[in-house]
């Protein structure tokens, strides 16, 4: 039996046959399609001739045979015999069962898997039709917090003076106080520190004179832009932290 024309088999190499389809559905379906043969009313002797005839050219060559070609052969041949054999006499409410109906049905699930397949491989994939570049990039995510109120500064500001004047002294004396000094001692407070909470750049102790130099050093940081004051959520604690910390981060 001569093998087909359009079959290409390299001497003492016919492993390469097998490759080329993906079991003895795929062989149905290629015979099926390539002599234009309907699916849904396969004339089930020439596919089953065609079909052995591959077989048969595997077997010629010595090749061990896989057991599911086989199987599909025993198939063919059954579906072929059944067919042969004259038709019962069907009753009116009894349906005619047709001996290919099983094979039908396969053949249009592999086809239809097999067309999703292609689909899916035609689409671009990694490491075949691009590569994937991975890009270091060296960043620091900074927390930003809201601003905060005039209004809840304010009202921090008249509790730490209500606090200096419950602990103020009758004894009056002169004291030279800087607002450089003082902000020199808000930087070192903050040193180290990723924010503090208003209040305790100011003492409990602390005398009025005291709390107005401090609180006019800290204003006086904020408006160089040494130090920022944040407020997480309204009417909550006040924060400052220094913008040397920031940056440092």
């Known amino acids: 039996m001569e093998a087909p024309q ?87 409410n009894e349906d005619d069962i047709d001996p290919r109906a099983e094979l039908v049905r396969r053949l249009l699930e592999y086809e239809q898997m097999k067309l999703a397949a292609l689909r899916l491989n035609e689409m671009p994939q990694a490491e075949r039709d691009f590569t994937l570049v991975n890009v270091l990039i060296e960043q620091t995510v900074v927390k930003r917090l809201p601003g905060v109120n005039v209004d809840d ?3 921090a500001w008249i509790t730490l003076v209500a606090r200096a004047q419950a602990n103020r002294h009758h004894r009056v004396t002169r004291a030279e106080l800087s607002v450089r000094a003082h902000m020199s001692r808000i930087m070192r407070d903050l040193r180290g520190h990723e924010f503090i909470e208003f209040h305790e750049l100011f003492g409990p102790s602390a005398r009025v004179d005291e709390v107005v130099v401090t609180f006019l050093a800290l204003l006086e940081l904020v408006k160089e832009s040494l130090v920022e004051i944040t407020q997480p959520q309204p009417i909550g604690i006040i924060y400052v932290r220094s913008i040397d910390f920031l940056t440092a981060v």
């Open 6 to 92: 359009d079959l290409f088999i390299p001497p003492d190499a016919l492993e390469v046959f097998l490759d080329t389809f993906q079991g003895p559905l795929d062989l149905l379906l290629y015979l099926i399609r390539k002599h234009n043969l309907e699916v849904l009313d396969i004339p089930m002797a020439e596919l089953t001739r065609q079909y052995m005839a591959y077989v048969e050219i595997m077997r010629a060559n010595q090749l061990e045979l896989a057991a599911e070609y086989l199987l599909m052969t025993a198939l063919l041949i059954e579906i072929k015999s059944r067919m042969l054999l004259p038709r019962p006499i069907i009753r009116a």
């Open 153 to 155: 500064l304010r009202n």
